[in-house]
């Protein structure tokens, strides 16, 4: 396991992460409670920014193990929700003439996390104890020029705390979106992406 305390990073605000033309924000039920709280949308807006992007290729169990974020059944098959793109193909939130996230309060975990990802190990005596492996993504090796020799070190705990929050809320998620999954196999609830977020409006409302 790389050691966390030799990892390097300050963000130059070069926005090559917010700007990647082949990466979309992948957000949780969370992300998307937050940045509905936190900017107050309506039903009808929330819809004009989160989009429900359909797997074209079949998902087998191990693309489905490899991903983080769980998909969602929708109507026209399963997806997964990110934040939509502007028509510079770069993130909707993302203001290019001052270079900085509109909603940087608000930013989803995915944006939070980068350049690191953070994978959970069990213990080597194998109690329930765990341990985080953090790593650059492969994304940040590509494009990210605050991983250089020059960064500095990061902050092991501010991390590993932030790490902690992260793959807590992707369990949350994961139940989310398996309890969605479950409703909309049993004919409960029509897989509409509007219903889909009509169920984190209700977690607003109690
Ligand atoms: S690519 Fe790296 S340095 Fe550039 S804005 Fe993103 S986190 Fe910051
Ligand atoms: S939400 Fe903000 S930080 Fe995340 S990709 Fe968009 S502009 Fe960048």
Do not use: Q
């Amino acid at each position: 396991m790389p050691n966390p305390k030799k990892l390097k990073f300050v963000c130059t605000r070069c926005g090559n992460c917010c700007t990647d033309k082949n990466t979309l924000v992948n957000v949780t039920h969370l992300d998307i409670l937050r940045i509905v709280k936190g900017l107050k949308l309506s039903l009808e807006e929330s819809l004009e920014i989160f989009g429900f992007y359909v797997y074209i290729e079949t998902l087998n169990n191990n693309i489905l193990k490899k991903m983080v974020i769980s998909p969602i059944e929708t109507e026209k098959g399963l997806a997964f929700i990110g934040l939509i793109k502007n028509d510079k193909n770069e993130c909707y939130f993302y203001d290019g003439k001052n270079k900085r996230c509109l909603i940087h309060s608000l930013r989803p975990m995915f944006c939070r996390s980068f350049p690191f990802s953070f994978i959970p190990l069990r213990g080597k005596d194998n109690r329930s104890e765990k341990k985080i492996e953090i790593i650059y993504t492969e994304k940040a090796i590509e494009y990210c020029p605050g991983i250089g020799n020059d960064a500095p070190l990061i902050d092991v705990d501010d991390w590993i705390n932030l790490a902690n929050k992260t793959l807590s809320e992707l369990e949350d998620n994961y139940s989310f979106n398996e309890n969605w999954n479950i409703s909309v196999k049993n004919k409960e609830i029509p897989p509409s992406a509007k219903n889909y977020i009509r169920r984190i409006f209700k977690l607003i409302e109690g």
